[in-house]
């Protein structure tokens, strides 16, 4: 199979003329829930599922068309209608439904439904739940224009939607002052990476005259290395920025200050995989670029190494599975950035990473709602008993995220894992660094939260959360325990043609020398973070000199390195043009003026009215137009 049939797209007829209606449904559920204001607050939560739920239904019945349609027919463009149109150049707001966009799809509507539901029980007391839910619908509808988009001008559109309900979500209860800076925080670190997003696309205009897919993946072959690197690196500051990937990750432990279904469904299975897509689709591009590609996987194994190091010493719940949303991130990074042979598998991840990480973030905020909203993991404690549910649900995802043997995460890491030796050594024994770590701190989590001695205040009283809660938990342990099962061999081939990549065969029960000693790794690491955890833990965090623990709990000091690298320098840039623009601008503007006016006021004495004043003035004036005159003729 050629590239350039990878990425042809048949029209739309029949059901995919319409699915349209997957970004509009969400679209008006927002709209509705917004402009009706309090008249929908007794009923706006049950509309905003609704909403949801409905486009997972159209998307799944487009999935299942998919599956019964020739491999030929499975890509399918979806004209809506012309955006932009100046001279010979114009731009059709488009959407491509294919076999990579279809499985995004299904695990935004899916999961996004799953957490709508969930937001019913945990968003019950809140007085503005009814906005909630249409900021959730918002997001949705954004998230899925950036996945359906069959241009990058109309993915720039979800990816901005995309922020802006972000901002809206970390930030919902403002009155914090910390969901406050935390929702600028992500605005502002976001438009960093969006800036390298809008200069690709200039590049593109540049280069190719379009920024349609089909455009773009025709003309990449002829470029020039220099020019796919550029193309290249500038789409990764996009993706750095969306997918939380160093130098541009310090926006997502702050952002669990938002609602903790937001954290489930922004920073677990929807929005931080944004860049993992982003890198997947584009390439064609990286295809052209070693540089580029090779930058990928760098980015990738450094994010999945600093996410488990910030997760091992931290004692936010939320925030050591921000960690290891990070860190999981980075895998999906490296295998996008081990070419084709990495593509599957880095969509592979995500998708299971989408299915266990909202199992624990939904975990997470359920343990919350039973312990007074604590979110400090040393408060907790024996809490295995007191809420079954939850720490059977949430021990399913902790199995899927370690790699437990046959798990949905021990299928799609492991193979990043594999593929990286393969490919590079140096990058595969990092990558089983990583796995080694993460099963450390998963197992803290666990002893720290559901064994050991209760460390619970007196007026703490754990307890079950409503079925409305669990529910959705128990969809997704299921999920995160049998889905590796079933996508395992499956995934490659369905996402061959839209990844450029080649399948090959792989068992469900053969183990790799590689998968023996990344299986060695992880009992080493659940071994570790079971002794040093197992009793013992004390209320508050003890004082330590540790430079890797101090370093963890301040986030790798990306902060202050920020603030020494960017705000301190461009603060000082500001203060210094600020200095002059008041001298040298305004002090030329001021001067000129102050010089007109004392010239004007010079000027001014000469007209007194008296005839002896104009007189002789009259006569100054012969006389020196005569010496002027003279001086001419001299000459």
Not at 4 to 9: D, M, Y
Not at 350 to 374: E, P, R, W
Not at 413 to 429: M, P, R, S, Y
Not at 520 to 543: M, S, T
């Amino acid at each position: 199979m050629t590239f350039l049939e990878t990425v042809s797209a048949v029209p739309a007829t029949g059901l995919f003329s319409v699915a349209w209606l997957l970004i509009a449904i969400p679209l008006a559920g927002a709209a509705i829930l917004l402009l009706l204001g309090r008249v929908s607050d007794a009923w706006g939560h049950w509309l905003g599922t609704a909403a949801s739920v409905a486009s997972f239904v159209v998307g799944l019945m487009l999935f299942l068309a998919m599956l019964s349609a020739d491999e030929g027919q499975r890509a399918v463009n979806v004209p809506v209608y012309e955006w932009i149109a100046t001279g010979a150049w114009s731009v059709k707001f488009g959407l491509l439904v294919d076999q990579l966009s279809i499985l995004f799809v299904l695990l935004i509507t899916g999961v996004g439904s799953l957490i709508h539901i969930y937001s019913i029980g945990y968003m019950a007391h809140d007085e503005r739940r009814r906005r909630f839910f249409a900021y959730l619908n918002l997001f949705v509808a954004a998230m899925l224009t950036l996945v359906l988009a069959d241009n990058y001008l109309v993915l720039f559109l979800g990816w901005e939607g995309v922020g802006l309900a972000s901002y809206l979500l970390i930030s919902f209860w403002q009155h914090k002052p910390s969901a406050a800076a935390a929702g600028r925080k992500a605005f502002v670190v976001n438009r960093v990476g969006d800036l390298g997003m809008a200069m690709a696309i200039f590049t593109m205009l540049s280069l190719f005259g379009s920024v349609a897919f089909a455009d773009v993946n025709a003309g990449a072959a002829s470029l020039t290395p220099f020019w796919a690197t550029l193309l290249g690196c500038l789409l990764l500051l996009g993706a750095c920025g969306k997918s939380a990937q160093v130098p541009l990750h310090t926006w997502l432990l702050d952002a669990m200050e938002g609602p903790t279904p937001v954290s489930a469904l922004i920073h677990a299975a929807t929005m931080v995989t944004a860049g993992v897509y982003l890198i997947v689709r584009s390439h064609a591009i990286f295809a052209v670029s070693e540089v580029a590609t090779l930058a990928v996987a760098i980015v990738g194994v450094v994010t999945l190494l600093a996410g488990a190091w910030v997760g091992s010493a931290k004692d936010d719940i939320k925030k050591v599975l921000a960690g290891s949303t990070m860190s999981q991130i980075g895998y999906m990074m490296l295998a996008a950035g081990l070419g084709p042979a990495g593509a599957a598998f880095a969509i592979f991840h995500l998708i299971t990473h989408g299915f266990f990480k909202a199992n624990m973030f939904l975990g997470a905020g359920s343990v919350m709602h039973g312990m007074n909203d604590d979110v400090d993991m040393r408060h907790y404690g024996a809490l295995a008993k007191a809420m079954r549910v939850t720490f059977l649900t949430f021990a399913m995802g902790y199995l899927a995220i370690i790699g437990f043997p046959f798990t949905a995460g021990f299928y799609s890491k492991d193979h990043i894992i594999e593929t990286a030796f393969h490919q590079n050594v140096v990058l595969g024994v990092l990558a089983l660094i990583g796995a080694g770590v993460t099963a450390y701190y998963m197992t803290r989590l666990m002893m720290m939260t559901f064994f050991g001695r209760a460390r619970w205040d007196d007026d703490v009283h754990p307890h079950e959360s409503p079925a409305v809660m669990t529910i959705p938990l128990v969809v997704l342990a299921v999920l995160s325990l049998g889905a590796g099962l079933v996508m395992n061999n499956w995934i490659q081939g369905w996402l061959a043609p839209a990844t450029g990549s080649h399948p090959h065969e792989t068992s469900l029960l053969a183990f790799t020398p590689v998968g023996i000693a990344a299986l060695g790794v992880v009992a080493v690491g659940v071994a570790i973070g079971w002794f040093l955890h197992k009793d013992g833990i004390p209320r508050e965090a003890p004082q330590t000199r540790n430079p890797l623990v101090l370093a963890s709990r301040n986030d790798l000091y990306g902060d202050q390195m920020n603030q020494w690298l960017v705000v301190g320098p461009v603060s000082g840039a500001a203060q210094v043009l600020a200095v002059a623009d008041h001298g040298v601008v305004d002090g030329a503007v001021r001067g000129s003026g102050a010089l007109s006016l004392g010239l004007a006021g010079w000027l001014r004495r000469t007209q007194n009215g008296y005839s002896r004043s104009y007189g002789v003035i009259l006569t100054i004036g012969v006389v020196v137009i005569g010496l002027i005159a003279l001086v001419g003729q001299l000459v």
